[in-house]
């Protein structure tokens, strides 16, 4: 008897369970985006800065505070340590953008020109792939916007709840300078494995006044110009591309709060080049 009513308490969880999990997912919309970031660009300067310690901080040969300066170090490259992590065995890349297929070390490599990418600025596009979510019920767009010093905190949390964060950076792909696919990254990968506490990714809100955060916070908030080159649509799931500015608007959704697309995004479309500075005095405050 104290079988069957703990196995009818057992089954009525796992329905409440399965319910919530389903309207859940019910209410939630995601709208997958490709962008073209191209690094040369102006407002992009600070995440492709390849410049050595002695460079930004006009130290001595020599040494200072009885350490040596090591005048390779690169600071503010974001391919250059994307490159660098794979070299290191720390970064795996991948085929394409849907994160399934690994490519291997000598696939990546061979298709390098490593004389080009050291010595010229050929290698300077990247693809970012996004998937924005939004929630029906609530009208809004479900962000997740930590900050690097938050990380850890958040990190626990979502382990806690076995959940994974959902970036709206899903993955980044490297462009050879002939337009072909160089290979893609986990951007969570990327963020765990590369950019946090790493000297070599800082995005440099000042050099002047040394100040700079870290690559993931200048990411993780569209601190960046980038041009919208195709969409999935919902529906259909079909890839559409967009060539002019009517194909970005074409987004806007009838079922959730877009957020107004451009073909050309500047400074993603929560912040705008005037607020670089207010980001960053949010940055170091919570630090």
């Known amino acids: 008897m104290k079988i069957n009513v703990l196995k009818s308490i057992l089954v009525m969880l796992l329905v409440i369970f399965f319910t919530q999990l389903s309207q859940a997912q019910a209410d939630q919309i995601t709208q997958t985006l490709w962008y073209s970031m191209d690094l040369k660009d102006k407002a992009n300067a600070?995440?492709?800065?390849?410049?050595?310690?002695?460079?930004?901080?006009?130290?001595?040969?020599?040494?200072?505070?009885?350490?040596t300066i090591n005048q390779t170090m690169v600071q503010g490259d974001l391919i250059y340590s994307l490159i660098g992590g794979l070299r290191a065995g720390i970064l795996r890349p991948f085929k394409n953008d849907d994160l399934r297929e690994?490519?291997?070390?000598?696939?990546?490599?061979?298709?390098?020109?490593?004389k080009r990418f050291m010595e010229?600025?050929?290698?300077?596009?990247?693809?970012?792939?996004?998937?924005?979510?939004?929630?029906?019920?609530?009208?809004?767009?479900?962000?997740?916007?930590?900050?690097?010093?938050?990380?850890?905190?958040?990190?626990?949390?979502?382990e806690k709840e076995k959940k994974s964060p959902d970036y709206e950076i899903e993955a980044l792909t490297i462009l050879q300078p002939n337009g072909e696919p160089l290979g893609t990254f986990s951007f969570a990968e990327v963020v765990t494995n590369v950019l946090l506490d790493n000297e070599e990714c800082y995005y440099w809100v000042s050099k002047e006044k040394k100040q700079f955060m870290n690559m993931f916070d200048a990411l993780n908030h569209g601190l960046f110009e980038a041009q919208l080159i195709q969409y999935q649509e919902i529906v259909s799931n079909?890839?559409?591309?967009?060539?002019?500015?009517?194909?970005?608007?074409?987004?806007?959704?009838?079922?959730?709060?877009?957020?107004?697309?451009?073909?050309?995004?500047?400074?993603?479309?929560?912040?705008?080049?005037?607020?670089?500075g207010k980001v960053f005095s949010a940055f170091v405050k919570i630090k």
């Open 238 to 276: 079909k890839i559409v591309g967009v060539k002019s500015e009517t194909d970005a608007q074409k987004l806007q959704s009838s079922h959730a709060a877009y957020p107004a697309f451009a073909s050309k995004m500047v400074f993603s479309y929560r912040f705008s080049a005037a607020d670089v």
């Open 120 to 158: 010229t600025q050929d290698y300077h596009v990247l693809i970012l792939k996004k998937v924005l979510r939004f929630s029906k019920s609530k009208q809004q767009l479900l962000t997740n916007d930590w900050f690097s010093a938050n990380f850890v905190t958040n990190e626990k949390k979502y």
């Open 46 to 67: 600070p995440f492709f800065t390849r410049q050595t310690a002695k460079m930004l901080f006009n130290i001595p040969n020599e040494t200072k505070n009885n350490e």
């Open 102 to 114: 690994r490519m291997t070390y000598e696939e990546f490599t061979g298709k390098l020109d490593e």
